[in-house]
T-cell receptor, first 111, second 112 residues
Framework: GESVGLHLPTLSVQEGDNSIINCAYS??????FIWYKQESGKGPQFIID?????DKRQGQRVTVLLNKTVKHLSLQIAATQPGDSAVYFC??????????FGAGTTVTVRA | ETGVTQSPTHLIKTRGQQVTLRCSSQ?????VSWYQQALGQGPQFIFQ???????GRGNFPPRFSGLQFPNYSSELNVNALELDDSALYLC???????????FGPGTRLLVL
């Protein structure tokens, strides 16, 4: 079936450390994935995306890795800051119109 | 911040009533999608509109309906409200064929 899930519901990280958020998906035909950040009281905010013809993509302080063999993707945040505290979702684009979200990982940054 | 706006920000209704939520797309986008996000959950796809027609639908009953207008703005209508309809309703816009969708701030609906 089609589903996107995150490995851990919560992640606590020390300010300045790197964060790694994981996500597993089940549809081997999926070809496009997006990471979103959602702060309290706000809508999901686009962070970075990756297509299945890539295995790595970098943005500003973020890197997404895609392992199609084990159907796994991860979001790495470098030098985590207090402003990175939020819920992070991976989403799978299905049939070019529907995004399928997992339940999310809540990241808390410790000062 | 995206250019997607939604109104109202909060709404309280009673069971059995009807509600209309509104969304304005980001400039240049031609599709609008609606999602329902229950507390502590990820957003669930309701439907998408393109060229003023429904372009795909999730697992939601017919009492959830929508409209898209020529200026690409959109409405979500929910009839016969149930307590479980209490959620954050998110609107997202995109260009057809491009996978990335950009979300608005949402409308928080409480059904009593």
């Amino acid at each position: 079936g089609e589903s996107v899930g995150l490995h851990l519901p919560t992640l606590s990280v020390q300010e300045g450390d790197n964060s790694i958020i994981n996500c597993a998906y089940s549809n081997s035909a999926s070809d496009y994935f997006i990471w979103y950040k959602q702060e309290s009281g706000k809508g999901p905010q686009f962070i970075i995306d990756i297509r299945s013809n890539m295995d790595k993509r970098q943005g500003q302080r973020v890197t997404v890795l895609l392992n199609k063999t084990v159907k796994h993707l991860s979001l790495q945040i470098a030098a985590t800051q207090p402003g990175d505290s939020a819920v992070y979702f991976c989403a799978e684009n299905i049939n070019d119109y529907k995004l399928s979200f997992g339940a999310g990982t809540t990241v808390t940054v410790r000062a | 911040e995206t250019g997607v706006t939604q109104s109202p920000t909060h709404l309280i209704k009673t069971r059995g009533q009807q509600v209309t939520l509104r969304c304005s797309s980001q400039s240049g986008h031609n599709t609008v999608s609606w999602y329902q996000q229950a507390l502590g959950q990820g957003p669930q796809f309701i439907f998408q509109y393109y060229r003023e027609e429904e372009n795909g639908r999730g697992n939601f009953p017919p009492r959830f309906s929508g409209l898209q207008f020529p200026n690409y703005s959109s409405e979500l209508n929910v009839n016969a409200l149930e307590l479980d309809d209490s959620a954050l309703y998110l609107c997202a816009s995109s260009l057809v064929g491009e996978g990335t969708q950009y979300f608005g701030p949402g409308t928080r609906l409480l059904v009593l």
